[in-house]
């Protein structure tokens, strides 16, 4: 999702330059893992709020997907850090400078532009608030997430609170990205989608990302299974209360 938030924001006028410019050229700007890394998390992050809507039996459901969206963060992250040139948050985190020359016209990338980037961070920082406090939230009924019962009730409902409420300011960011991406689409003309799924961008100028190293592929997937497993508890959250109160003994007495 954060690559295709930055391709509705970022990149789409390198895309309407190379339609006028005789020179255009065909280069690869984003890597096969960065792409299914974007679809996941789309269909995980789906799944994640329509099951808690739903609520009841689907709460369980809701807890896998809260895991899912657990272990394609943590990828996330190590690709970031190692992964190639336009998926390396060091390529497009923003300054206030590149700021300033994007509103000024004066910017000139094949990656995520400085506002698309902003908008990387902030869903990927909203993400890992929603599956990090959903561990070990409760719904008030018979669900807890995995970690639930390593903190204190008085917590877990603070965090809980927490969980809930970010919901409204992550729908809030994918109805933005729609409304982004409708708009490059139909208004602008420029094909901000399909690079999302062929990895390939037709641009005035610019490099292609370096290839991805098959070790630090390996790496990030053992990693985000590793974390994804460690924070599983008995394989996720599950439909469980909190043990019921034993009922007292009943010593039976002597008649005399």
Same mark, same amino acid.
């Given at each position: 999702?954060?690559?295709?938030?930055?391709?509705?924001?970022?990149?789409?006028?390198?895309?309407?330059?190379?339609?006028? !410019?005789?020179?255009?050229?065909?280069?690869?700007?984003?890597?096969?893992?960065?792409?299914?890394?974007?679809?996941?998390?789309?269909?995980?992050?789906?799944?994640?709020?329509?099951?808690?809507?739903?609520?009841?039996?689907?709460?369980?459901?809701?807890?896998?997907?809260?895991?899912?969206?657990?272990?394609?963060?943590?990828?996330?992250?190590?690709?970031?850090?190692?992964?190639?040139?336009?998926?390396?948050?060091? !390529?497009?985190?923003?300054?206030?400078?590149?700021?300033?020359?994007?509103?000024?016209?004066?910017?000139?990338?094949?990656?995520?532009?400085?506002?698309?980037?902003?908008?990387?961070?902030?869903?990927?920082?909203?993400?890992?608030?929603?599956?990090?406090?959903?561990?070990? !939230?409760?719904?008030?009924?018979?669900?807890?997430?995995?970690?639930?019962?390593?903190?204190?009730?008085?917590?877990?409902?603070?965090?809980?609170?927490?969980?809930?409420?970010?919901?409204?300011?992550?729908?809030?960011?994918?109805?933005?990205?729609?409304?982004?991406?409708?708009?490059?689409?139909?208004?602008?003309?420029?094909?901000?989608?399909?690079?999302?799924?062929?990895?390939?961008?037709?641009?005035?100028?610019?490099?292609?990302?370096?290839?991805?190293?098959?070790?630090?592929?390996?790496?990030?997937?053992?990693?985000?299974?590793?974390?994804?497993?460690?924070?599983?508890?008995?394989?996720?959250?599950?439909?469980?209360?909190?043990?019921?109160?034993?009922?007292?003994?009943?010593?039976?007495?002597?008649?005399?």
């Amino acid at each position: 999702m954060s690559a295709r938030l930055a391709s509705s924001d970022g990149a789409a006028d390198q895309g309407l330059v190379a339609a006028r !410019s005789p020179s255009a050229r065909r280069i690869r700007v984003w890597d096969l893992p960065l792409r299914v890394f974007h679809w996941s998390l789309a269909v995980a992050v789906g799944g994640a709020v329509l099951t808690g809507e739903l609520g009841g039996n689907w709460m369980d459901l809701h807890g896998r997907f809260g895991l899912v969206v657990v272990g394609l963060l943590v990828f996330r992250v190590v690709w970031g850090l190692a992964g190639p040139t336009h998926a390396r948050f060091a !390529s497009f985190a923003p300054t206030l400078r590149s700021v300033r020359a994007y509103l000024a016209g004066r910017w000139q990338g094949v990656g995520h532009n400085p506002l698309g980037a902003l908008s990387v961070f902030a869903l990927l920082a909203l993400l890992a608030t929603q599956a990090g406090t959903g561990l070990f !939230s409760n719904d008030d009924v018979a669900f807890t997430g995995p970690l639930y019962g390593t903190v204190g009730a008085g917590l877990a409902d603070r965090l809980t609170g927490i969980h809930r409420l970010s919901v409204d300011v992550l729908l809030g960011l994918v109805a933005l990205h729609v409304a982004a991406v409708v708009y490059y689409v139909r208004v602008r003309r420029d094909p901000i989608i399909k690079p999302m799924l062929t990895g390939w961008k037709e641009v005035a100028h610019g490099e292609s990302t370096s290839r991805s190293r098959p070790a630090v592929l390996v790496l990030a997937v053992l990693l985000a299974l590793a974390v994804t497993y460690r924070v599983s508890g008995a394989g996720g959250g599950q439909a469980h209360g909190p043990a019921p109160t034993p009922a007292p003994t009943t010593v039976n007495r002597p008649a005399w």
